[in-house]
């Protein structure tokens, strides 16, 4: 009985041959992330920007034009339109009024009138959201501190399961995908909100997932095969645990891509932030967790300690 | 497989059990369950509002202008104590956040803090705590400048009260409304959270809500003229207020004196007079009797009803009305009577509340994001369950199944813990899906390993599933480092994304790891294979 084998039993791909390729192209991924994101910039949502939020759904198809010129003129500045999920469904963005917090709720009622003046009662009123400027600085602030925490204790996570070496390479590696992962959002002009921060701690937890198994492995190996050179010891290791690293990837990946085709358009960007962290949280820990413990020169540090303690 | 003894199995299926037990009650709806014995679990799952549909209203105290109110009445008490004891000042007022005055004769110093003591007597706080303290800091320099500020204890004392009142407020006027299960809750130091699901007219709550409500009736300033206040000549005792009557006159000139107030109000109901909406209102006996008075000495003069800073009406007074009960017109809808009618008997809130947060969502928004979170689970089980099965066979059919529990568990322990479902929360179970699996693939990887490596089928079995262990929980351990970060700082919808996934990492860790072991136990002892189909 033949088995369908997505990878074979045992490869040997040699990983670490291009690892100067791979550590370089990441660097300058990280690089490019933080130049778009100071150049084009985030496109903050409500959330973080502070301003209101309307989802309609028109009757029939909307006319984005003819609403854009019916809401434009209402003396409330730019208000923005976009559609969203299907052709009925339109996002409207309102700035932040000039004023207290009574004059954003009353760009609210005055949109909402004006619509049902212009195009008829059967509008559908979805969603509203205001979010003040006061609160939307908090919650970037928060979602700034939330970030950082997470890593922070995944860190002292590693440091307390392995030698600080992998700790070192493991938060490399999810620096990349937290950059890549925003500078993506800045390239793409997709909206970057409260759900965005939920996807990169999402990421962080994936991503340090994959890396820890590698990781595991790499020591388990270490300490069997002594004699073999460092590079060998993580190819052999990669190549190991290849097929549970893609296996995980796809079925999370055959989830995500259910979620996002199916799972309706307001959770759209959180999906697709994800599926993008999978992709290079996966990416990650071959690529750079793994090829960064050779220059730690891990395998003399793990002598010496062996050494001694045998020693001792 | 020796250590697995038949009571570690039976825990492991009990575990299963109770998850099934309380994930039943969301099959059946509200009528079904309240038939059943009482001994059977009945909560279901509590959808947030992103998907029942809602309002979400985060409030915030104005304790500004509350305190700026304080020190302005501080202001009159001050002038009437240094009167009365017959002590000279100049340039009385309030700065910033300080009452500010200073002595004609610095040498009456001492005399004046004495006398304004008085109105800084010790205060008992709110709460348990057995400190005692003064609302104001009383400072006076040698020249005879004297300062009057809050002390920390009458700043915190002030807000405390502030928003507790408010809180009570609030919840009259929402339970007002008569919505089910609507939730009040204080956040942080001077913030309501307001959440009210079901709604589908967030305006009628932000009307509610937006408003003081401080009612008081003052007596129509005759003898002087509106064109001359307006031009800025306001006799001492007067205060020019606007008109909320779309016609009539644009402004009053009232008394300043407030004759009578809502907190004298018992009740307050809309109604009818002359087929013309009206809100009638009945006072206490203090008010009453006050009120009969008012009407008695002043016959043929008007009477203004003044709400929040606007003359809703200012009708003549006719006859004396000595029965406590009186009626106030106004341009009103039947709506804006009944709003009236409720924000009276709510009564007034301490200080304005200001939206600073709201997120409302119609009810048909989350009936679509329920059904599209329902196909996306589906489909997500529905490939990953292929795929496993395609790629393991057998085994793969064995993480099928744990993944099929751990679904039934993660349902359970929602509704046995009544965690909120949000979207975002759904989000995390279709996740779940995903990742599940991976301690599944971990161990059989594993297995299949020790098996190249030579193992019989028994040892391999074995080694695998220990010596996949660590990998399994480290794997699962950073995901929930990360969820519960994610609660801790999360709002709303995004915490129930944290909620589900954390529930989702433990319950997989009992299924991939427990469950599973006990379903290959089960079948090796059946079947003792001399190979294994991995």
């Known amino acids: 009985m033949r088995r369908f084998r997505l990878i074979p039993d045992s490869t040997s791909i040699a990983f670490m041959r291009h690892r100067l390729l791979f550590l370089g192209g990441s660097i300058l991924a990280i690089l490019l992330s933080v130049i778009a994101v100071l150049t084009v910039g985030l496109n903050f949502g409500i959330d973080f920007r502070g301003g209101t939020l309307l989802e309609v759904r028109m009757p029939g198809p909307a006319d984005l034009a003819t609403m854009r010129r019916s809401l434009n003129d209402l003396g409330l500045g730019q208000v923005q339109l976009q559609n969203f999920g299907d052709e009925r469904e339109v996002l409207i963005r309102i700035e932040r009024q000039e004023g207290e917090a009574e004059q954003q709720q009353k760009a609210i009622e005055i949109v909402k009138q004006r619509l049902v003046e212009d195009f008829g009662d059967r509008i559908e009123f979805r969603r509203a959201e ?180 045998a020693a001792g | 497989m020796s250590y697995l003894t038949p009571w570690r199995v039976g825990l492991v299926l009990g575990v299963v059990l109770l998850g099934l037990v309380f994930s039943l009650p969301n099959l059946f709806d509200q009528k079904t369950l309240e038939g059943l014995p009482d001994w059977l679990p009945k909560r279901q799952i509590t959808l947030g509002l992103d998907l029942q549909g809602g309002s979400h209203l985060l409030l915030e105290v104005e304790v500004e202008a509350l305190m700026k109110e304080r020190l302005e009445n501080l202001v009159s008490d001050v002038r009437r104590t240094l009167r009365r004891a017959r002590i000279g000042y100049r340039g009385l007022g309030v700065q910033g956040d300080a009452v500010h005055l200073t002595l004609t004769d610095p040498a009456q110093r001492e005399e004046a803090l004495a006398r304004l003591a008085e109105l800084n007597p010790l205060m008992q706080p709110l709460g348990f705590t057995a400190t005692v303290d003064r609302q104001y800091e009383i400072d006076a320099d040698e020249r005879g400048r004297i300062t009057i500020t809050f002390s920390e204890f009458g700043r915190n004392q002030l807000v405390d009260s502030a928003v507790q009142q408010s809180l009570e407020v609030v919840r009259r006027r929402i339970d007002a409304l008569g919505t089910r299960e609507p939730t009040i809750q204080r956040q942080g130091r001077t913030r309501i959270l307001v959440q009210v699901p079901g709604e589908r007219d967030p305006e009628r709550i932000k009307r509610l809500l937006g408003k003081t409500a401080r009612l008081t009736f003052h007596l129509v300033d005759m003898e002087n003229s509106v064109q001359d206040a307006l031009q800025g000549r306001i006799p001492p005792d007067d205060i020019l207020v606007p008109s909320a009557e779309p016609d009539g006159p644009r402004y009053y000139l009232l008394k300043r004196k407030v004759m009578l107030s809502g907190e004298n109000l018992v009740d307050a109901q809309p109604s009818f007079q002359n087929n013309e909406p009206v809100v009638s209102f009945r006072l206490d006996s203090v008010g009453a009797r006050k009120f009969g008075r008012i009407t008695q000495e002043n016959v043929g003069r008007l009477f203004a009803i003044v709400l929040d800073g606007k003359v809703i009406s200012a009708p003549r007074i006719r006859e004396p009305i000595l029965g406590g009960s009186g009626i106030i017109q106004g341009s009103f809808t039947v709506e804006t009577a009944n709003e009236l009618a409720v924000l009276l008997r709510a009564g007034a809130l301490p200080a304005p509340l200001k939206i600073v947060e709201e997120r409302s969502v119609g009810p048909e928004l989350g009936a ?59 989000a995390g179970i279709v996740l779940t899906i995903g990742m599940a699996v991976d301690s599944n693939v971990l161990i059989f990887e594993r297995i299949r390993e020790e098996l190249r490596g030579g193992k019989s089928p028994i040892a391999a079995i074995d080694s695998g599933f220990k010596q996949a262990l660590r990998a399994v929980v480290d794997a699962n351990l950073t995901t929930l480092i990360a969820a519960l970060v994610l609660f801790q700082f999360g709002t709303g919808p995004v915490k129930g994304f944290a909620v589900t996934l954390s529930i989702g990492v433990l319950t997989t860790l009992f299924t991939a790891v427990m469950l599973t072991r006990v379903v290959v136990w089960f079948w090796y002892s059946r079947t003792r294979p001399k190979t294994i189909p991995l």
């Open chain 1, 130 to 309: 205001f979010v003040g400027p006061k609160v939307s600085e908090e919650l970037l602030r928060n979602g700034i501190m939330a970030v950082l925490l997470a890593v922070a204790l995944v860190l002292v996570y590693i440091w307390f399961r392995f030698e600080w070496q992998f700790g070192a390479g493991a938060v490399f590696a999810l620096v990349h995908d937290v950059a890549t992962t925003i500078g993506v959002f800045a390239v793409v002009g997709l909206e970057f909100n409260l759900s965005t921060v939920a996807a990169i701690l999402t990421i962080v937890g994936y991503s340090l997932n994959d890396t820890v198994v590698v990781y595991d492995r790499i020591r388990e190996n270490l300490r069997r095969f002594k004699t073999l050179k460092l590079e060998e010891v993580i190819d052999r290791s990669i190549n190991e645990t290849l097929s549970r690293t893609l296996m995980t990837s796809l079925t999370t990946l055959l989830a995500l891509f259910a979620l996002f085709f199916f799972g309706g358009a307001v959770i759209r960007d959180f999906t697709f932030a994800m599926i993008w962290g999978v992709v290079v949280g996966t990416y990650s820990s071959i690529y750079i967790a793994a090829p960064v413990l050779i220059y730690f020169n891990l395998r003399a540090v793990l002598a010496k300690e062996g050494s001694a303690s």
């Open chain 2, 368 to 426: 679509d994001s329920i059904r599209a979170g329902k196909i996306a689970s589906v489909l997500a089980l529905v490939l990953v369950a292929v795929f496993m099965v395609v790629y393991y066979r057998l085994f793969g059919l064995f993480s099928d199944l744990a993944l099929l529990a751990n679904m039934v568990m993660i349902v359970g322990a929602l509704s046995a813990l009544g965690a909120t479902l949000t979207l975002p929360g759904i």
